[in-house]
Nanobody, 124 residues
Framework: QVQLVESGGGLVQAGGSLRLSCAASGRTFSIYDMGWFRQAPGKERDFVAAITPSDGDTYYADSVKDRFTISRDNAKNTVNLQMNSLKAEDAAVYYC?????????????????WGRGTQVTVSS
């Protein structure tokens, strides 16, 4: 079992930066691929980024590549999402998730543990 709690959301101007954090409880955190997803009102929950547990290989949606950076600290049971050059279309609720099934990193159905989300609002 893994419990996930996101923090760091808020209101930011377009072009600004935010750093989201996800704190995990449970000693098995370090075995999971971890991901960030986001969901805007009336839209599907979409993949943003993922990171593997040991090598730290990272994967990004095309829409955030070169602007967002995912990282993790297994000793502290945290995964972070540094978001730079934010755009109005980045506004959404951001969710942290632990991947519990094998398969690609982009499918939300493969993630079995989810946080409750943190709101990111971008003003233009």
């Amino acid at each position: 079992q893994v419990q996930l709690v996101e923090s760091g959301g808020g209101l930011v101007q377009a072009g600004g930066s935010l750093r989201l954090s996800c704190a995990a409880s449970g000693r098995t955190f370090s075995i999971y691929d971890m991901g960030w997803f986001r969901q805007a009102p009336g839209k599907e929950r979409d993949f943003v980024a993922a990171i593997t547990p040991s090598d730290g290989d990272t994967y990004y949606a095309d829409s955030v590549k070169d602007r967002f950076t995912i990282s993790r600290d297994n000793a502290k049971n945290t995964v972070n999402l540094q978001m730079n050059s934010l755009k109005a279309e980045d506004a959404a609720v951001y969710y942290c998730a632990a991947k519990t099934r094998t398969g690609n990193y982009y499918s939300k159905e493969l993630y079995g543990y989810w946080g409750r989300g943190t709101q990111v609002t971008v003003s233009s």
